[in-house]
C-alpha cells in the first residue's frame, strides 16, 4: 500500500467506537440498577415482571419475545420467578406446548414498588446529560433497537 494511503486512514481508537461507548454505559447502568433495585431481582427478572404487569397474563415465548430473550433464556427467568413465587404458569388448554405466565398477588406488589424504583434508576443513569440530551439518546437508542 502506498505511503500516502496509510497516511489518510484513520487510526482505530478504541474509546470512539459505539460498541465500546455502549458497553462502558451499560456497565454503568448495570452498576446502578444492581446497588438499587429492590428484591434483588436481575435486570432480565425485573423486565419480564414489568412487561406483565404491562401487558397481562401472556405465553413464555411470546413474554420472551416482548422483551428481546430467546426461548431457553426467558424459561430460565420465568422458572426463577415462578421458584420465588412472583409468577404463575399454567397449560394452554388450546396448546400443550404453551405455558402462559401470570403475576402473582405478591409479584404484582414487588413490580410495582419495583417500578418506583426503575424511574430513579433511570434518573440516575442519565442524570450527568442535560434533559434535552436525555431525550436526545433515548430517542436514538430507539432508533438503533
Request: proline share 5%; hydrophobic share 45%.
Amino acid at each position: 500500500m502506498p505511503r500516502s494511503t496509510r497516511k489518510l486512514r484513520k487510526p482505530y481508537v478504541l474509546n470512539a467506537q459505539i460498541g465500546f461507548l455502549l458497553r462502558v454505559a451499560t456497565q454503568r447502568h448495570t452498576t446502578i440498577f444492581t446497588a438499587r433495585m429492590i428484591e434483588e431481582l436481575t435486570q432480565t427478572q425485573f423486565a419480564a415482571l414489568a412487561k406483565l404487569l404491562e401487558a397481562g397474563p401472556c405465553s413464555q415465548n411470546h413474554l420472551g419475545r416482548l422483551i428481546y430473550l430467546d426461548a431457553a433464556t426467558i424459561k430460565g427467568v420465568v422458572d426463577r420467578l415462578r421458584a420465588r413465587g412472583l409468577v404463575a404458569t399454567a397449560g394452554d388448554a388450546n396448546d400443550r406446548r404453551r405455558r402462559a405466565v401470570t403475576l402473582t398477588p405478591a409479584g404484582r406488589r414487588i413490580t410495582e414498588a419495583a417500578i418506583a424504583v426503575a424511574a430513579q434508576i433511570t434518573a440516575q443513569t442519565l442524570a450527568p446529560l442535560s434533559p434535552p440530551e436525555q431525550r436526545a439518546v433515548t430517542r436514538l437508542l430507539k432508533k438503533l433497537g
